[in-house]
């Protein structure tokens, strides 16, 4: 098992990847889930689900905005509280920041991706280094997109926050390393969830076309045709976060079924 008798920290629980990686967590041994969201209802149904498992790990839930650095810190500290320590965290929480092109997009829009995918994940960060460094072991996973890489429509303020944040892995393992602590990214494309499921069905129904041309299109550029399951992308974020990736640090590795080859 990956994380077996570990306890790892999820932001950003939700219908696609945030309630996989914590499903995946507790399937690969974790001791203690510690997960958070803004909708409650979400942490209830990840709990549940977790639960339904059958395994060991314990979990905890708090609602929580992570664009609010003292609810980080209160997160953090009641994850200590309830378990001892923190081994890993996997910052998944995000915000799109509207879909308009950026010469008109509103800087609002672009804030709110900003504050939430760059300043979120510095604060969860932040509110768990202490404890790491303590620990003096740790591993931080950040959430990425193929989107830096790759434009789309509607996609700048998402990408130019996720951008800036591939860049604060690499500032964050090369300050970190001296502690023991390892930090490293996931980009991630298409992945076939209930979030991309419910976008094949809006545009197959705004376009008249059936849901099977549109999953097509948007798996034209993968090899093979298929979109990752976002279970799988997940089972990649947490490798990252395992002592099996203790060599990788500063890295982004890319999940996305061969999509972008680098």
Request: proline share 3%; hydrophobic share 45%.
């Amino acid at each position: 098992m990956l994380l077996k008798d570990k306890v790892v920290m999820i932001s950003g629980i939700g219908p696609g990847m945030g309630i996989k990686l914590a499903l995946e967590a507790a399937r690969e041994g974790a001791r203690g889930v510690a997960i958070c969201a803004r909708n409650e209802a979400r942490l209830r149904e990840a709990e549940q689900r977790i639960q339904a498992l059958g395994s060991d790990c314990q979990v905890l839930w708090m609602p929580t905005d992570v664009s609010d650095a003292k609810a980080c810190e209160a997160f953090a500290e009641a994850t200590l509280a309830r378990f001892g320590r923190i081994d890993a965290l996997v910052n998944s929480a995000y915000a799109h920041g509207g879909f308009e092109p950026l010469e008109s997009c509103p800087d609002q829009q672009l804030q709110e991706a900003l504050n939430v995918n760059l300043f979120g994940s510095l604060h969860l960060t932040r509110a768990v280094l202490p404890q790491m460094k303590a620990q003096r072991a740790g591993a931080i996973v950040m959430i990425n997109t193929l989107g830096v890489h790759q434009p789309y429509a509607g996609g700048a303020g998402y990408a130019i926050s996720k951008g800036s944040l591939a860049v604060a892995v690499r500032y964050l393992a090369a300050e970190l390393a001296e502690h023991g602590l390892r930090v490293n990214g996931l980009a991630c494309g298409w992945m076939w969830g209930e979030p991309v499921q419910a976008h094949v069905r809006q545009t197959a129904a705004a376009r008249g076309v059936s849901e099977e041309q549109v999953r097509a299109e948007f798996s034209a550029g993968i090899p093979g045709g298929r979109m990752p399951g976002d279970e799988e992308c997940a089972r990649a974020a947490l490798f990252l976060a395992s002592d099996y990736a203790s060599a990788i640090n500063g890295a982004q590795l890319d999940a996305n079924g061969g999509g972008l080859m680098r």
